[in-house]
C-alpha cells in the first residue's frame, strides 16, 4: 500500500468523504451524549511534506455523558478487535487520530480537559489529527499539534474514493 499526494497542496490532513459522512452522522446518533471514537489511515510523506490521510474510524464502549465521553478499557480492545475483523490483523491502517463530539453551542471547541488528555500518552503521538464535531451544526473541526506542541485549528480536505490523479488506485 502507498501513500499518494493529490495536487492540492497547503493542507496536511485528508479525509476520505465517507468518513466525514459517517462520523458525524454517529455524532449526531449519540447525541445528546458526547461520541467518541478512533481514525485510522496512513501517515505519508511526500516530497518532504508529511501528511495524514484518514481513510476509515472505529468505535468501541464509551462512558458517556452530554459533556464528557471516555473509552471503557473494554472500549479500547473492541476497537481493535473490530479493526483485526475488517481488515485483518496484517493488513491493519494504522490508528492516527481521535474524534469526539461537544453535542451543544455552537462552533465548539477544545475544552481544558480535551487538551490535558489529548497532550499526553497515546495521544501524543506526531501527526496525530483531533477532529471535534458538533452534530447539531455540522462543525468538523481538525486539530493537529504545532511545532511547539501546541494543538491547533488545521484547514483539511475531504476527498472522494476516487484518486485525484488517477493511478493512486482503489483500495478496494
Ligand atoms: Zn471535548
Given at each position: 500500500?502507498?501513500?499518494?499526494a493529490?495536487?492540492?497542496?497547503?493542507?496536511?490532513?485528508?479525509?476520505?468523504?465517507?468518513?466525514?459522512?459517517?462520523?458525524?452522522?454517529?455524532?449526531q446518533?449519540?447525541a445528546?451524549?458526547?461520541?467518541?471514537?478512533v481514525?485510522?489511515g496512513?501517515?505519508?510523506?511526500?516530497?518532504?511534506r508529511r501528511?495524514?490521510?484518514?481513510?476509515d474510524?472505529?468505535?468501541?464502549s464509551?462512558?458517556?455523558?452530554?459533556?464528557h465521553?471516555?473509552f471503557t478499557?473494554?472500549?479500547?480492545?473492541?476497537c481493535?478487535?473490530?479493526?483485526?475483523?475488517r481488515?485483518?490483523?496484517?493488513r491493519?491502517?494504522q490508528i492516527v487520530g481521535?474524534f469526539?463530539?461537544?453535542?451543544?453551542?455552537g462552533?465548539?471547541s477544545?475544552s481544558e480537559?480535551?487538551?490535558a488528555t489529548?497532550g499526553g500518552?497515546?495521544?501524543?503521538a506526531?501527526?496525530?489529527v483531533f477532529?471535534?464535531v458538533?452534530p447539531?451544526?455540522?462543525?468538523?473541526?481538525?486539530?493537529?499539534r504545532?511545532g511547539s506542541?501546541?494543538?491547533?485549528e488545521?484547514?483539511w480536505?475531504?476527498?472522494?474514493p476516487?484518486?485525484p490523479?488517477?493511478?493512486?488506485g482503489?483500495?478496494?
Amino acid at each position: 500500500m502507498s501513500c499518494h499526494a493529490s495536487r492540492v497542496t497547503g493542507h496536511a490532513v485528508y479525509i476520505l468523504a465517507r468518513v466525514v459522512k459517517e462520523v458525524l452522522a454517529f455524532c449526531q446518533r449519540q447525541a445528546p451524549n458526547e461520541a467518541l471514537g478512533v481514525l485510522v489511515g496512513r501517515r505519508c510523506q511526500h516530497q518532504g511534506r508529511r501528511y495524514v490521510r484518514v481513510t476509515d474510524w472505529a468505535t468501541g464502549s464509551v462512558d458517556a455523558s452530554p459533556v464528557h465521553a471516555e473509552f471503557t478499557p473494554q472500549g479500547v480492545v473492541e476497537c481493535h478487535v473490530e479493526l483485526d475483523e475488517r481488515y485483518g490483523p496484517d493488513r491493519r491502517p494504522q490508528i492516527v487520530g481521535i474524534f469526539h463530539s461537544h453535542p451543544f453551542g455552537g462552533e465548539p471547541s477544545l475544552s481544558e480537559r480535551d487538551l490535558a488528555t489529548f497532550g499526553g500518552f497515546p495521544y501524543d503521538a506526531e501527526g496525530n489529527v483531533f477532529v471535534l464535531v458538533n452534530p447539531s451544526t455540522g462543525h468538523f473541526l481538525v486539530f493537529q499539534r504545532d511545532g511547539s506542541g501546541v494543538l491547533v485549528e488545521q484547514e483539511w480536505v475531504e476527498y472522494g474514493p476516487e484518486a485525484p490523479e488517477g493511478g493512486a488506485g482503489s483500495e478496494r
